[in-house]
């Protein structure tokens, strides 16, 4: 049996669907089309300048409800200060609240680019360990990506690939299993 090319969109039948719903059910993903990291980022990144003191880092990630801000020079990145910053570096080496955040931020800090494809974040997850992803446009932090930022996305496209699947169960029978696809 040749396979043949597999066109731009996968198209899934369904087995448990009837035979004149199966044809009508066609799912289209974007897997063949690049996802640019934009569409699944957090905008803005919150941001502090450098000399910002760690009791103000801590207020500001209480206040946005996130676990780490970029830390910018004239909008340009210079380091990234997370919750375990706060909490691992600062009691370890003894640091007063009122130190600065670049005693305790992390370099190299690692990133993507706001028009890099979404695997290419995976992949920058993958291996540096890291949960959280500066997005730039330059060298300007323009947002955040995370690892539940990509979970979520994860849900949403089973979300889309499911529904006309679970659609087609209640509107046919499901009892009915069909093999022959023709």
Known sequence: MTERARPPSLIVFVGYATPRSAREIVVETERSRPMNVSKVMSAPAVAVPVG??????????????????????????????????????????????????????????????????????????????????????????VGMLTVDDLLMDVFQRVGDLLGPVAWSMVEGSAGSCTTDQS
């Open 52 to 141: 910002t003191h760690l009791r103000e880092a801590a207020r500001q990630m209480e206040e946005y409800g996130v676990g780490c801000l970029v830390v910018t020079d004239g909008g340009r990145l210079q380091g990234i200060v997370t919750d375990r910053d706060l909490a691992v570096r600062m009691l370890t080496r003894g640091l007063d609240a009122e130190e600065r955040v670049d005693a305790v931020m992390t370099l190299p800090v690692i990133t993507v680019d706001v028009t890099d494809d979404v695997h290419d974040a995976y992949r920058a997850f993958r291996n540096s360990g890291v949960r959280r992803l500066p997005v730039l446009d330059g060298q300007r932090p």
